[in-house]
């Protein structure tokens, strides 16, 4: 494995560790790139609830901080992630 892929994969299992909550029950470590795609894959197609309209102080805080005042982010950041993994896999 070239040093660009142990790295790929180690930021992947950072990633797999930050998106786990305590409502998922721990799932152990990634053991493959494969194995880190189909627990991170789990874990982004999980169910979220966001609220229908974000309240005026927290659209406020979302531009402020993140820029995130339309409530989107969050699926920006999973389209991003998944291109990311489709990007690495064509390339390995």
Do not use: C, F, H
Not at 43 to 61: D, K, V
């Amino acid at each position: 494995m070239t040093d660009k892929k142990r790295e790929a994969v180690r930021i992947g299992q950072r990633a797999a560790e930050l998106l786990a909550t305590p409502a998922t029950p721990p799932q152990g470590e990634s053991t493959s790139p494969e194995e880190l795609v189909r627990m991170a894959s789990l874990r982004l197609e999980g169910p979220s609830a966001p609220p229908a309209e974000l309240s005026s102080a927290a659209s406020q805080a979302l531009t402020y901080w993140v820029g995130n005042d339309d409530g989107q982010a969050g699926k920006r950041v999973l389209e991003a992630v998944r291109a990311e993994i489709v990007r690495w896999d064509r390339g390995r």
